[in-house]
């Protein structure tokens, strides 16, 4: 029998999409999909007769029930995930019980909403001498988070941080790194970025707040908070002919 198909839908754009990502739900018979974060053009690539299930209603029990009845029948099955499934889509608890019911499970990786914002505003999130390091996270929220990973500790590192699910939070997102950025740090706001109807926007952390209250942003939405979002002329070690290297030896 086939495995269970967990695929990353990438951000929304469907020439974002894996080629294997594409292949999977081209081939799929039954479709469960996060319909509130998935633009239904993603949905569309099925066949006519894919039988598509949304699941922004149902619990995990009742999205497993299905999973696991429609593997029985032996159904080619695509659990189709926004981004990429590793980052806030609950599929380890989806994976332990399918596992569980010995149900194989594959994971077809997409594109992230950070990685789709950072190429739509042309930037690298990693520049020497001003950060190698990226932090993806979120505010608290109802969900709650390991007290070591709480703002105030990943914000000091000032590094490219990039918060999911935080506009909702994003008043008390924005008083917390404060304290650590300059209130000059850029801010890219992207919303239902390579959707139809996408926007996005970089503007001061002091701004942060507030665009985001005046544009009603509550889901869908990701910040990069990062000092790479100024334009510099900051050269890498790797192109620089002072350095060489194994394959650019002196
Ligand atoms: C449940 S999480 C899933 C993240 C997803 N797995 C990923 O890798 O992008 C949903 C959150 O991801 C972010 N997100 C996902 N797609 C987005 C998009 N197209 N534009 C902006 N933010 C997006 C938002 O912060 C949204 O609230």
Redesign the pocket.
């Known amino acids: 029998m086939s495995p269970i198909s967990i695929v990353g839908a990438g951000?929304?754009a469907l020439d974002l999409m894996t080629i294997r990502a594409r292949q999977r739900l081209e081939t799929a018979e039954v479709l469960v999909w996060t319909d509130s974060?998935i633009p239904q053009q993603i949905a569309n690539v099925v066949k006519d007769n894919c039988e598509k299930i949304k699941t922004s209603s149902l619990t995990l029990e009742e999205i497993l029930l299905i999973l696991i009845k429609k593997h029985k029948e032996g159904k080619k099955i695509v659990r189709l995930?926004?981004?990429?499934?590793c980052?806030?889509?609950a599929i380890s608890e989806q994976i332990c019980k399918l596992n569980d019911e010995g149900i194989e499970v594959e994971i077809i990786p997409g594109v992230?909403?950070y990685q789709?914002t950072a190429a739509k505003l042309g930037v690298e999130l990693t520049i020497p001498d001003i950060t190698q390091t990226i932090i993806l996270s979120r505010a608290e929220g109802r969900t709650g988070k390991p007290k070591e990973e709480n703002l105030h500790r990943l914000a000091s590192i000032q590094s490219s941080l990039c918060l999911?699910?935080s506009a909702r939070h994003v008043e008390e997102v924005q008083s917390i790194l404060i304290n650590y950025y300059p209130e000059d740090t850029p801010v890219a706001i992207?919303?239902?970025?390579?959707?139809p109807d996408e926007w996005i926007k970089v503007i001061t952390l002091k701004e942060m707040a507030q665009t985001s209250k005046e544009k009603k942003l509550t889901?869908?939405?990701?910040y990069i908070i990062s000092p790479t979002l100024k334009i510099g002329n900051n050269r890498s070690k790797l192109y620089n002919p002072s350095h060489s290297h194994l394959f650019r030896p002196c």
């Open positions: 951000p929304g974060l995930h926004d981004g990429d499934p980052l806030y889509g992230s909403a789709a999911y699910l992207a919303h239902r970025i390579t959707w889901r869908t939405t990701l």
